[in-house]
């Protein structure tokens, strides 16, 4: 299997019709006691594309507005009159949308946040009711949503094996260790403490030599992935110990594994731990995950014994 260079793509269709739903009711809300915002929240939408217009705002001669991004693709030409663009900004319309106010567009999913129009664009970015793009490490999967609809789609649709329990044990065995790999990686997602987390194991190239990887992701925000930590030991009598806290699945497993926030054992090493014959590899990584009493006091222990 490979690993796909892509990582998992932020998409917000799975939300739209909530979301849809959710402006439509708040627009029905606003207009009773400002029935302008309707109006102008209208004229914000760039006409070709149908994104929330935001500066720099352009329009035709004969006042067509449209977004910076459509403006680049439309070869000089208004979309809607087919005259000439030029080069007029639409600054009234601008200004008129500095005085808007707008629910954030995660709110059915649980923010209560109302941003001015141009610092809203901001928060959604950040926003922790924001949907998680699905971890599923192996192909490009545009899927996001909420943690229990991600493990639902992670089990039916990506077949990932779901554990319960507090502790791993990984067997990782290849016949022709010499063979350059490009990319090997599974997933096995782990239940304990009514969270989940994502065991993640690769062997990837780093630079010429290809290397070992085995690190947890936990299914939630980094802030509350901290109350977690584990502990990753790949042995055969020898023994290399990784301890740290899970990264939360905001950070791409792409982002964790280049960072190197977790076991990594180099080829040599995972040869040696594996008898030292050089004629198949095997590597046992085994590890635990544990809830901090105190987060903060962690200390982290990377330990090499043989
Ligand atoms: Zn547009
Ligand atoms: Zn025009
Ligand atoms: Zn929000
Ligand atoms: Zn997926």
């Known amino acids: 299997m490979e690993v796909s260079s892509k990582e998992c793509v932020s998409s917000d269709e799975y939300y739209e019709e909530d979301i849809n739903h959710l402006n439509n009711n708040q627009n029905h809300q606003l207009s009773s006691s400002k029935p302008h915002d309707n109006v102008v929240h209208e004229l914000l939408e760039c006409p070709v594309c149908t994104n929330s217009m935001y500066p720099p705002l352009h329009q035709c001669t004969y006042g067509h507005t449209l977004c910076s991004?459509?403006?680049?693709?439309?070869?000089?030409?208004?979309?809607?009159?087919?005259?000439?663009l030029g080069d007029i900004r639409c600054l009234a319309l601008e200004k008129v949308a500095e005085s808007l106010e707008l629910p954030c567009k995660y709110s059915s999913l649980g923010c209560p946040e109302i941003f001015p129009y141009y610092s809203k664009l901001m928060h959604e970015s950040q926003c922790n009711f924001r949907p998680y793009n699905c971890p599923y490490a192996g192909t490009e999967c545009s899927v996001v949503g909420d943690i229990p609809f991600l493990l639902t789609q992670l089990r039916d649709d990506h077949k990932v094996d779901m554990q319960n329990g507090?502790?791993?044990n990984h067997r990782y065995v290849k016949s022709n260790p010499c063979e350059v790999e490009n990319a090997t990686w599974m997933l096995i997602v782990f239940c304990c403490f009514g969270q989940y987390f994502c065991y993640h194991f690769e062997a990837f190239q780093l630079g010429m030599a290809p290397v070992y990887m085995a690190f947890l992701r936990f299914m939630g925000d980094e802030i509350e992935a901290r109350n977690y930590s584990y502990r990753d030991i790949g042995g055969n009598g020898r023994k290399l110990t990784w301890e740290g806290s899970p990264r939360g699945i905001r950070d791409s497993h792409r982002m964790v594994r280049?960072?190197?926030?977790?076991l990594i054992i180099q080829r040599n090493?995972?040869?040696?731990f594996s008898g030292g014959e050089r004629k198949e590899l095997k590597l046992q990584v085994t590890g635990r995950i544990w809830k901090e009493q105190n987060p903060d006091a962690r200390v982290c222990i990377p330990n090499l014994s043989s």
């Open 69 to 84: 991004a459509c403006k680049a693709r439309m070869h000089n030409r208004c979309p809607t009159c087919r005259e000439e």
């Open 258 to 262: 280049d960072s190197h926030d977790g």
């Open 269 to 272: 090493i995972a040869l040696f």
């Open 166 to 168: 507090c502790t791993f």
